[in-house]
């Protein structure tokens, strides 16, 4: 099989699933990486992105109960195939790869 490649927004998105569980859903996906990043995202990208990994097979959801705090509205859940944990790791070892392949010296602050 290939090797999956994902982008460095698709990872950060699908980490947070992961890490989020079986609370992971649009909203909760977005506060989670403005929270764990300080980086501010909209929710239509991260909306885009979660698509787009199901696409992928990265991610699989399922619709949830209606809330009365949602207008009745149902809530999108998302899963970490098993795909998407494959990919996960795959990229894990090679930042982990590059990493350990840089030289000492790159890292060291001016001066010290």
Do not use: C, N
């Amino acid at each position: 099989m290939k090797r999956a490649f994902l982008g460095e927004f698709e990872e950060v998105v699908l980490l947070t699933v992961a890490i989020l569980d079986e609370s992971a859903y649009g909203v909760t996906v977005t506060q989670e990486i403005e929270q764990k990043t300080g980086r501010a995202v909209g929710f239509s990208t991260v909306h885009t992105t979660l698509q787009r990994l199901e696409e992928k097979g990265f991610l699989s959801s399922q619709m949830g109960g209606a809330t009365a705090e949602r207008g009745g509205r149902r809530k999108r859940f998302f899963m970490v195939t098993a795909a998407g944990r494959k990919a996960l790791s795959e990229v894990k070892q090679i930042r982990e790869q590059l990493w350990d392949s840089l030289p000492p010296q790159t890292l060291q602050l001016m001066g010290s």
